[in-house]
Nanobody
Framework: QVQLVESGGGLVQAGGSLRLSCVASGSIFSINVMGWYRQASGKERELVATVISGGSTNYADSFKGRFSISRDNAKNTLYLQMNSLKPEDTAVYYC??????????????WGQGTQVTVSS
């Protein structure tokens, strides 16, 4: 089994910053890609950003410049630095990983989500 556990969400005022973390643990052989998605109330889940094991990143256009994704491969940890937050960034943020398990199965894994609320 593989678990992804997010932390770092909370309530912040508009213009503020938050840093989300996601730790992957369990029967991991390798982590190919990790990323952050978010889902606002009443809306579909959307991609925020991804990062591959080599460090290359990809951002959805809406998040370029304000959000920064990074990972610490040694710690199996993913981060999302969010700056200049806006009320419309309010959502549940989910960690995602494309992970090869020790059983040599490559699957998608999701965290339980962490709530980010930005007040105006």
């Amino acid at each position: 089994q593989v678990q992804l556990v997010e932390s770092g969400g909370g309530l912040v005022q508009a213009g503020g910053s938050l840093r989300l973390s996601c730790v992957a643990s369990g029967s991991i052989f390798s982590i190919n890609v990790m990323g952050w998605y978010r889902q606002a109330s009443g809306k579909e889940r959307e991609l925020v950003a991804t990062v591959i094991s080599g460090g290359s990143t990809n951002y959805a256009d809406s998040f370029k410049g304000r959000f920064s994704i990074s990972r610490d491969n040694a710690k199996n940890t993913l981060y999302l630095q969010m700056n200049s937050l806006k009320p419309e960034d309010t959502a549940v943020y989910y960690c995602w990983g494309r992970i090869t398990t020790r059983g040599m199965r490559t699957e998608n894994f999701w965290g339980q989500g962490t709530q980010v609320t930005v007040s105006s």
